[in-house]
Nanobody, 124 residues
Framework: QVQLVESGGGSVQAGGSLRLACAAS????????MGWFRQAPGQEPEDLVK???????VYDASLKGRFTVSEDNAKNTLYLQMNSLESEDTAMYYC??????????????????RGQGTQVTVSS
């Protein structure tokens, strides 16, 4: 059974940083397509970044280099380093995983598995 557990969210002032973690079980971060997306209240889910089972990363252009995805395969954990946070980044952040090593062109929020989310609140 696949389980994804996010952590690391919290409240931060604009300009600050947070690092989110997604501990995975039932899938291996080393050979699975995984990604991060977020959803603010009343808004549609927004894809952030995906990384395939070969380490190839695709970021949403709107992030402008502020966010960086990484993975620690020994810990089977996916990370999202978020810098220069803005109030517009306030949302629930989710990690997700496919049952495949390649990432489809479809939205991350439609992947096969997702975690329960971690809240990020940025105050200006």
């Amino acid at each position: 059974q696949v389980q994804l557990v996010e952590s690391g969210g919290g409240s931060v002032q604009a300009g600050g940083s947070l690092r989110l973690a997604c501990a995975a079980s039932g899938v291996s971060t080393s050979n699975t397509c995984m990604g991060w997306f977020r959803q603010a209240p009343g808004q549609e889910p927004e894809d952030l970044v995906k990384i395939d089972g070969h380490g190839r990363k695709v970021y949403d252009a709107s992030l402008k280099g502020r966010f960086t995805v990484s993975e620690d395969n020994a810990k089977n954990t996916l990370y999202l380093q978020m810098n220069s946070l803005e109030s517009e980044d306030t949302a629930m952040y989710y990690c997700a995983a496919r049952n495949w090593d390649f990432c489809s062109s479809g939205p991350i929020y439609e992947y096969d598995h997702r975690g329960q989310g971690t809240q990020v609140t940025v105050s200006s």
